[in-house]
């Protein structure tokens, strides 16, 4: 069981930077695979980046090149660095988690967080 709690997202200007972070409690944070998700009003959650348990990465060709995932398997924690922001970039951004393997479908992970509002202005 994971419990998972995002954190870092904010209003800022197209080009910018932010970083969210997803910080997970239990004790067997390092064997879930971990995923960032998105989801803009009147639009489905759609899959941003996930990372495996072993730390393999995989993105969607929306941000591929600008987001970056990494886990911090001592913290419980996984970030999202997001950079050269783009209008299209605003949603709610959830992370969730699954056992072991990175998937795209988000029907294939467990545990989500409450999600984070991120605002990009043109």
């Known amino acids: 069981q994971l419990q998972l709690v995002e954190s870092g997202g904010g209003l800022v200007q197209a080009g910018g930077s932010l970083t969210l972070s997803c910080a997970a409690s239990?004790?067997?944070?390092?064997?879930?695979?971990m995923g960032w998700f998105r989801q803009a009003p009147g639009k489905e959650r759609e899959f941003v980046t996930a990372i495996s348990w072993g730390g393999s990465t995989f993105y969607a060709d929306s941000v591929k090149g600008r987001f970056t995932v990494s886990r911090d398997n001592a913290k419980n924690m996984v970030t999202l660095q997001m950079d050269s922001l783009k209008s299209e970039d605003t949603a709610v951004y959830y992370c969730?988690?699954?056992?072991?393997?990175?998937?795209?479908?988000?029907?294939?992970?467990?545990?989500w967080g409450q999600g984070t509002q991120v605002t990009v202005a043109s």
């Open positions: 969730a988690a699954r056992p072991y393997s990175l998937m795209v479908p988000a029907s294939q992970y467990n545990f």
């Open positions: 239990g004790r067997t944070f390092e064997t879930y695979a």
